[in-house]
């Protein structure tokens, strides 16, 4: 019932910025909390940021201060901004969306993901 399409991931150099766009469609009244998780070369996926419906964010300790995320007022997407990127932020990144029915938490939708490359 919901779709996930991200955007904006990409190479840039340390040091540099980059801003992924995730848009949900289908079903989106039932979609509560969003938020944006990476894999990394041999790890597992990892908790990046999250934001709820009421604007409530949590970020992973590694990227506090450096990226931010949130939502657009349409509350179908939401984005993350990231700066002073560092080679060990290359990862993919994933869009989450989680679902609810009936107010009851169901499942979570996870986007294709999209390559964040940070080199020199």
């Known amino acids: 019932q919901v779709s996930l399409a991200e955007s904006g991931g990409g190479s840039v150099q340390p040091g540099g910025s980059l801003r992924l766009s995730c848009a949900a469609s289908?079903?989106?009244?039932?979609?509560?909390?969003m938020g944006w998780y990476r894999e990394a070369p041999g790890k597992q996926r990892e908790l990046v940021a999250t934001?709820?419906?009421?604007?409530?964010?949590r970020y992973a300790d590694s990227v506090k201060g450096r990226f931010s995320i949130g939502r657009d007022n349409a509350m179908n997407t939401v984005w993350l901004q990231m700066d002073s990127l560092k080679p060990e932020d290359t990862a993919v990144y994933y869009c989450?969306?989680?679902?609810?029915?009936?107010?009851?938490?169901?499942?979570?939708?996870w986007g294709q993901g999209t390559q964040v490359t940070v080199s020199s």
């Open positions: 934001i709820t419906r009421g604007g409530t964010t």
């Open positions: 289908g079903t989106i009244a039932t979609i509560k909390g």
């Open positions: 989450n969306a989680e679902h609810y029915v009936n107010g009851v938490y169901d499942y979570d939708y």
